[in-house]
């Protein structure tokens, strides 16, 4: 029983855990007076959206891994000011990047891999 309790126990820690703690997140987002920067430090493509947090729940996009999508090779690093952020307007404080992989898909296409998200002040 005292196991079953031990391995209980480091279940919900793992489970539990932050995802901004040590592990290192493929995509980091920094900010700056006029931008969001956006660095890929994985060894894979990572494809993106950024939308103001408020009007985001106005919108509705799907995931894209089109040639013609927003993305990041491994290692690069990208700026988009906050004018280019999909409802932005002066004065706005928060925005969300979404990021996420390309899968294989149906018939020998891609599709999308889960898509993550995380708040950044502006």
């Avoid at 031990?6 to 040590?22: E, I, K």
């Avoid at 290192?24 to 894979?44: G, I």
Wanted: one cysteine or more.
């Amino acid at each position: 029983m005292k196991r079953l309790f031990s391995a209980l126990a480091v279940w919900l820690a793992l489970g539990c855990s932050s995802p901004t703690g040590p592990a290192e997140l493929p995509l980091r987002v920094t900010t700056t007076d006029a931008a969001v920067q956006l660095e890929n430090v994985s060894k894979r493509p990572i494809f993106y959206f950024l939308y103001e947090r408020e009007a985001a729940a106005l919108i509705n996009w799907a995931a894209c891994v089109e040639p013609a999508c927003p993305s990041l090779a491994p290692g690069a690093r990208t700026a988009i000011p906050y004018p280019a952020i999909g409802g932005y307007a002066p004065g706005k404080g928060e925005a969300i990047v979404w990021w996420w992989v390309a899968i294989p898909g149906a018939a020998g296409g891609r599709g999308a891999g889960p898509v993550h998200a995380v708040i950044i002040r502006l």
